[in-house]
């Protein structure tokens, strides 16, 4: 049997003929750019994570970069962060010209661990960006805690994380801003590019809605630095059919994840992913903790199954920020859970068999 990672070859097939007409639509308007469905798109995420402002940018990693710069991060500022995170955390810091500061991870959750942040500020810290791994919200009431009494932004980057709440709260309902991605391969995925800005902040989504267009307010009139960073009108056609389905999907991640843990709980090198009590986990990713990971890996591809490591070198010993003057040990958790962690496939789409599957090989490299 083969098991696919991600297959969305399902999905489209199902909603085709509703994509293809509203892919009609926005030829036949020729409102390309900002148009109708970017619209439509903002005001229903913004709802759905009960803010009062959506603001579509051109990728997950822009809508980083812009909330920075929005929030008034400059040349000099401090941004905390984790380590254990696709590059586009940090590098969304660094091009807002801020130094990431790194801390180290919750074992149980591969978030940021609140109890290491208060430590890393300093005068010069600004912000604090926590990330909300594999679907699952970082514990944000310590992060806000702190952001309140150090007067520090909370950015947080929720491109895992759509439709995941916090102690009955969403994502970007508590913070200055949060960010989603829109990638093909995420819960809520375009077909190409995508991302957004979700705040409640008046100011901040203002200045992002200014910087996304090279920075002109009126138009010509430029005041600040900006880009040309806005959410495509056809991919938010596109997002416009998915996002009713979300809800659907993530209950369906969520049966997924908890097959999984209920079969492979039972094997002793295995530590299956926890839900937080008071959190709603949507799974983008179902991730394991795992003995002799590369050779597991390797053993289940050779059985015709993929998986992913998500990330095998941590960030803050990454070339690119050497000069940060980070050393292996620095941050042990984070380290350590780039040695062990794998992740299974996962997708709404996955059938029964092929998770029966997936665990009976993963329970046979460990008998």
Same mark, same amino acid.
């Given at each position: 049997?083969?098991?696919p990672?991600?297959?969305?070859?399902?999905?489209?097939?199902?909603?085709?003929?509703?994509?293809?007409t509203?892919?009609d639509?926005?030829?036949?308007?020729?409102?390309f750019i900002?148009g109708s469905?970017?619209?439509?798109?903002?005001?229903?995420?913004a709802e759905?994570s009960e803010?009062?402002?959506?603001?579509?940018?051109?990728n997950g990693?822009?809508?980083?970069? +812009?909330a920075?710069q929005?929030? #008034?991060? @400059?040349? *000099?500022?401090?941004?905390?962060?984790?380590?254990f995170? !696709? /590059?586009? &955390?940090?590098?969304?810091?660094a091009r807002?010209?801020?130094?990431?500061?790194?801390?180290?991870?919750?074992?149980?959750?591969?978030?940021?661990?609140?109890s290491?942040?208060?430590?890393?500020?300093?005068?010069?810290?600004k912000?604090i960006?926590?990330?909300h791994?594999?679907?699952?919200?970082?514990?944000m009431?310590?992060?806000?805690?702190?952001?309140?009494?150090y007067?520090?932004?909370?950015?947080?980057?929720?491109?895992?994380? +759509?439709?995941?709440?916090?102690? #009955?709260? @969403?994502? *970007?309902?508590?913070?200055?801003a949060?960010?989603?991605? !829109? /990638?093909? &391969?995420?819960?809520?995925?375009?077909?190409?590019?995508?991302?957004?800005?979700?705040s409640?902040?008046?100011?901040?989504?203002?200045?992002?809605?200014?910087?996304r267009?090279?920075?002109?307010?009126?138009?010509?009139?430029?005041h600040?630095?900006?880009?040309n960073?806005?959410?495509?009108e056809?991919?938010?056609?596109i997002?416009?059919v998915?996002?009713?389905?979300?809800?659907?999907?993530?209950?369906?991640r969520?049966?997924?994840?908890?097959?999984?843990?209920?079969?492979?709980?039972?094997?002793?090198s295995?530590i299956?992913?926890?839900?937080?009590?008071?959190?709603?986990h949507?799974?983008?990713?179902?991730?394991?903790?795992?003995?002799?990971?590369?050779?597991?890996?390797q053993?289940?591809?050779?059985?015709?199954?993929?998986?992913?490591?998500?990330?095998?070198?941590?960030?803050h010993?990454?070339?690119?920020?050497?000069?940060l003057g980070?050393?292996?040990?620095?941050?042990p958790?984070?380290?350590?859970?780039a040695k062990?962690?794998?992740?299974?496939p996962?997708f709404?789409?996955?059938?029964?068999?092929?998770?029966?599957y997936v665990?009976?090989?993963?329970?046979?490299?460990?008998?």
């Open positions: 049997m083969i098991v990672m991600l297959d969305l070859s399902e999905q489209y097939s199902s909603m085709r003929d509703d994509i293809l509203k892919l639509e926005v030829m036949s308007s020729s409102q900002l469905h970017v619209k439509q798109v903002e005001k229903y995420i759905m803010t009062k402002h959506g603001i579509g940018v051109g990693s822009d809508a980083i970069h +812009i920075l929005a929030a #008034g991060i @400059q040349k *000099g500022d401090e941004v905390i962060t984790t380590a995170t !696709f /590059f586009a &955390t940090a590098g969304a810091i807002a010209n801020a130094k990431p500061v790194f801390v180290d991870i919750d074992p149980i959750t591969f978030n940021i661990d609140p290491k942040i208060e430590a890393a500020i300093t005068e010069k810290t912000a960006l926590p990330v791994l594999y679907g699952q919200l970082a514990d009431d310590p992060i806000m805690a702190l952001a309140e009494k007067n520090l932004h909370v950015i947080e980057d929720a491109a895992q994380a +759509i439709g995941a709440t916090y102690n #009955g709260k @969403q994502v *970007g309902e508590l913070s200055s949060a960010t989603y991605s !829109f /990638f093909p &391969t995420k819960n809520l995925g375009a077909y190409g590019d995508g991302g957004m800005i979700v409640n902040n008046d100011d901040l989504a203002e200045q992002a809605r200014i910087i267009v090279h920075g002109s307010k009126p138009k010509y009139h430029h600040v630095l900006g880009y960073s806005r959410l495509d056809m991919q938010a056609a997002l416009s998915k996002l009713p389905h979300l809800s659907t999907w993530s209950e369906k969520r049966k997924h994840a908890d097959y999984y843990t209920k079969r492979l709980t039972e094997c002793k295995v299956t992913p926890t839900e937080v009590e008071g959190n709603y949507v799974f983008h990713q179902y991730t394991l903790r795992v003995e002799n990971r590369d050779e597991l890996q053993f289940l591809k050779e059985q015709g199954i993929s998986t992913m490591i998500y990330y095998p070198i941590p960030l010993v990454q070339p690119v920020f050497k000069d980070y050393e292996v040990g620095d941050l958790e984070t380290e350590k859970a062990e962690a794998l992740s299974l996962m709404p789409e996955l059938k029964k068999d092929q998770q029966d665990i009976e090989k993963v329970l046979e490299f460990y008998s």
